[in-house]
């Protein structure tokens, strides 16, 4: 008899469990009748313009993410935030390439819609030549940075060195910017935004176009970390979904793009507009690695000593385009 009663309780045990397991399933799916979304914390620099709309339309939002941008200047940082656990994706140039090769716990997993190399060198208006910022005080970045390998891969073109020039770092785009504009360096690298900005102004001249002296090569990368690619693949997946969701409106809204880039991520109109209304439409949609383009900024960067020359990785083995919608 006994036995009988432990029979007939195990189903109705088991019955309870379930039901409780459900109950703490939705609790934590459904806080307030809000479902809860995993979290992404994608490093960027500020005013991504394809994750901030992504946000705001709620595109990542549909694929149950809920995505928060943790800032950095550069390439160099989002590679640290990810080795530091502070961060789970990220998007940022070269930096993320030499990492990857180097043994940080990262995958790239897609590419930006516009991932070639697009820094510029902005000089003072006076300045015809390259050559005459020789012995000068110039602004290239930071170690590691992808506008310092611009510039050098630029002066060795034009058969110079680094100690040829005075190298100030004077910050982010916009404090090297200002640093121009107050005479403290004769030139910077810098986006082509901000370059065409100096020349509008009238305290700026864009006087060399790396992409000029890269030949094929791919700048540009989405990243994500080991870790989080083993836990929560379907995140990974569900991410570069609405990536390509978002800058496939983009693409076909250029102009609600610009006005939300000016209204939402405070850039100045006209030299965003003159430079975005011409490559918003030739946008990438695709995510997918150029991987000869990879194979040659290896390449570059073994050359100019970011990557050990006698590395042996490939870019086969530093990409993982799975997650990548069909």
């Not at 001249?205 to 990368?221: M, N, P, R």
């Not at 793009?257 to 006209?270: G, P, S």
């Amino acid at each position: 008899m006994q036995r009988l009663k432990i029979i007939k309780l195990v189903p109705l045990f088991l019955l309870a469990v379930f039901v409780a397991g459900c109950a703490k399933k939705n609790e934590r799916q459904a806080k307030d009748g809000v479902e809860q979304k995993t979290l992404v914390r994608y490093a960027t620099s500020a005013g991504n313009l394809p994750i901030s709309f992504g946000i705001k339309k709620g595109y990542f939002a549909e694929q149950g993410l809920e995505v928060k941008i943790v800032t950095i200047t550069g390439g160099v940082e989002a590679v640290t935030a990810a080795a530091a656990g502070e961060a789970d994706l990220g998007g940022m140039g070269s930096p993320v390439l030499v990492g990857a090769v180097a043994g940080v716990p990262i995958t790239i997993i897609g590419s930006p819609p516009a991932n070639g190399q697009h820094f510029i060198l902005v000089s003072k208006p006076q300045y015809k030549s390259f050559a005459e910022l020789k012995g000068k005080p110039v602004s290239p970045g930071a170690p590691g940075q992808g506008t310092i390998q611009a510039f050098n891969v630029i002066a060795k073109a034009k058969g110079f060195k680094p100690s040829d020039f005075q190298y100030v770092n004077a910050g982010t785009s916009a404090n090297a910017l200002a640093a121009l504009q107050a005479g403290k360096v004769e030139a910077v690298i810098t986006s082509e935004i901000v370059g065409v900005k100096a020349e509008i102004e009238g305290f700026g001249k864009i006087l060399e176009h790396a992409a000029d002296y890269f030949g094929h090569y791919q700048h540009s990368f989405i990243f994500a970390t080991n870790s989080f690619i083993k836990e929560k693949p379907e995140a990974v997946r569900g991410f570069l979904a609405a990536y390509r969701k978002t800058v496939e409106y983009l693409k076909v809204h250029p102009d609600e793009a610009i006005q939300f880039a000016v209204k939402e991520l405070q850039q100045d109109e006209v030299p965003f507009r003159k430079v975005n209304e011409k490559e918003i439409p030739t946008w990438d949609t695709s995510g997918r690695i150029d991987f000869a383009g990879t194979e040659h900024a290896i390449k570059i960067l073994k050359d100019l000593g970011d990557i050990d020359p006698n590395s042996k990785i490939t870019a086969q083995q530093i990409v993982d385009e799975q997650f990548l919608p069909k």
